[in-house]
């Protein structure tokens, strides 16, 4: 009798273990930020330089506007572009609905414009990234399989 008693505290000990491990699987990790900041300032040169001609101030307008607008957040959950008039409009990006990143390098390399494709069929652009290399890896770590398939792979 003793030795069955023994045994229903053991098999109860079980289930509470069992239980235990489903609720960490179910806990959220601390939201952490990877990178904030605005867009790149060499966005500014070439727009700069041609101040000089009348039809270089419109350029060179809509790049200090991107410069006091725009902010980029790089998270280990979401992705967030503050901008529009005013830094307004925000969007939000969450891993699981991305399906696909295209990108191109600028200024050499150190710097990028990546595409974000989403699962509705929207593309969202992020232009003149900073410190591009590490904030594209980051996000292509961040993706599923099928995503990372479906995107530019960076050579290290």
Same mark, same amino acid.
């Given at each position: 009798?003793?030795?069955?008693?023994?045994?229903?505290?053991?098999?109860?000990?079980?289930?509470?273990?069992?239980?235990?491990?489903?609720?960490?699987?179910?806990?959220?990790?601390?939201?952490?930020?990877?990178?904030?900041?605005?867009? *790149?300032?060499?966005?500014? !040169?070439?727009? $700069? /330089?041609?101040?000089?001609?009348?039809?270089? =101030? #419109?350029?060179?307008?809509?790049?200090?506007?991107?410069?006091?607008?725009?902010?980029?957040?790089?998270? *280990?959950?979401?992705?967030? !572009?503050?901008? $529009? /008039?005013?830094?307004?409009?925000?969007?939000? =990006? #969450?891993?699981?609905?991305?399906?696909?990143?295209?990108?191109?390098?600028?200024?050499?390399?150190?710097?990028?414009?990546?595409?974000?494709?989403?699962?509705?069929?929207?593309?969202?652009?992020?232009?003149?990234?900073?410190?591009?290399?590490?904030?594209?890896?980051?996000?292509?770590?961040?993706?599923?399989?099928?995503?990372?398939?479906?995107?530019?792979?960076?050579?290290?």
């Amino acid at each position: 009798r003793l030795l069955d008693e023994l045994a229903s505290l053991d098999d109860d000990a079980d289930e509470v273990t069992a239980v235990a491990a489903v609720e960490d699987k179910t806990s959220l990790e601390a939201e952490t930020l990877f990178f904030e900041g605005p867009p *790149s300032w060499t966005e500014l !040169i070439l727009p $700069g /330089v041609s101040v000089l001609t009348v039809i270089g =101030i #419109i350029p060179f307008a809509a790049a200090l506007a991107r410069q006091a607008w725009v902010r980029y957040k790089v998270t *280990s959950r979401r992705i967030s !572009i503050q901008s $529009g /008039v005013g830094g307004n409009d925000l969007t939000e =990006i #969450i891993y699981p609905d991305i399906v696909g990143l295209k990108y191109i390098f600028r200024s050499g390399g150190a710097v990028g414009d990546m595409v974000i494709e989403l699962t509705d069929g929207a593309k969202v652009e992020m232009r003149h990234v900073p410190e591009f290399p590490g904030i594209y890896k980051y996000i292509l770590g961040k993706l599923s399989p099928e995503a990372r398939e479906n995107s530019f792979t960076m050579a290290d």
